[in-house]
T-cell receptor
Framework: GAGVSQSPRYKVAKRGQDVALRCDPI?????LFWYQQALGQGPEFLTY????????KSGLPSDRFFAERPEGSVSTLKIQRTQQEDSAVYLC????????????FGSGTRLTVV | AQTVTQSQPEMSVQEAETVTLSCTYD???????LFWYKQPPSRQMILVIR??????QNATENRFSVNFQKAAKSFSLKISDSQLGDAAMYFC???????????????FGQGTTLQVKP
């Protein structure tokens, strides 16, 4: 597609519920990043994929967070047993490669845990 | 660890005037990239301007320019002839070059909300 697409745009989950957030990057983009952005704060890195390989998951806050990109294109961020502190905007960004390539961001999914 | 600090939570500017947003960062690396991103209410991060650390010349993009002071680890954004459409949250960001174990992940500051008054 022309841009990075994320769905759903909004998600309300009851505490304890599992959620899955989808990111559809620009076709052909090798690199894919997930970020978590709390209200009024800057985004914080969660995880990085190069094609289907998850090369860095150092930013995932707990083992309740899991991300995958099985065919090197669409990625899913899954949060198990959601808690109130998981409420945030989850941004996805993709890029053609490394080096000086720019990143294209999606519009994010706003997750609210009640 | 690398950090990025934006000390101005909010800034205000009159339409057609000039405003400068501040950013400082901390790193022990000599080769890196710096960015300013704009985030409107639509939430999508839009790249405003980028600077390679090895370039001494300050980057410019139309009404946007930076003042990059490598020794002081300072990277401010100047917006000239401010327009109503410039109102948004602005983030300063840093990243290392991709490769040699670096993923190229962005490290963001806390953001500055810019209000443009008509």
């Amino acid at each position: 597609g022309a841009g990075v697409s994320q769905s759903p745009r909004y998600k309300v989950a009851k505490r304890g519920q599992d959620v899955a957030l989808r990111c559809d990057p620009i076709s052909g983009h090798v690199s894919l990043f997930w970020y978590q952005q709390a209200l009024g704060q800057g985004p914080e890195f969660l995880t990085y994929f190069q094609n289907e390989a998850q090369l860095d998951k150092s930013g995932l806050p707990s083992d309740r967070f899991f991300a995958e990109r099985p065919e090197g294109s669409v990625s899913t961020l899954k949060i198990q047993r959601t808690q109130q502190e998981d409420s945030a905007v989850y941004l996805c960004a993709s890029s053609l490669g490394g080096g000086g390539y720019g990143y294209t961001f999606g519009s994010g999914t706003r997750l609210t845990v009640v | 660890a690398q950090t990025v600090t934006q000390s101005q939570p909010e800034m205000s500017v009159q339409e057609a005037e000039t405003v400068t947003l501040s950013c400082t960062y901390d790193t022990s690396e000599s080769d890196y990239y710096l960015f300013w991103y704009k985030q409107p209410p639509s939430r999508q991060m839009i790249l405003v301007i980028r600077q390679e650390a090895y370039k001494q010349q300050n980057a410019t993009e139309n009404r946007f320019s930076v003042n990059f002071q490598k020794a002081a680890k300072s990277f401010s954004l100047k917006i000239s002839d401010s327009q109503l459409g410039d109102a948004a949250m602005y983030f300063c960001a840093y990243r290392l070059p991709h490769g040699s174990g670096n993923t190229g992940k962005l490290i963001f500051g806390q953001g500055t909300t810019l209000q443009v008054k008509p």
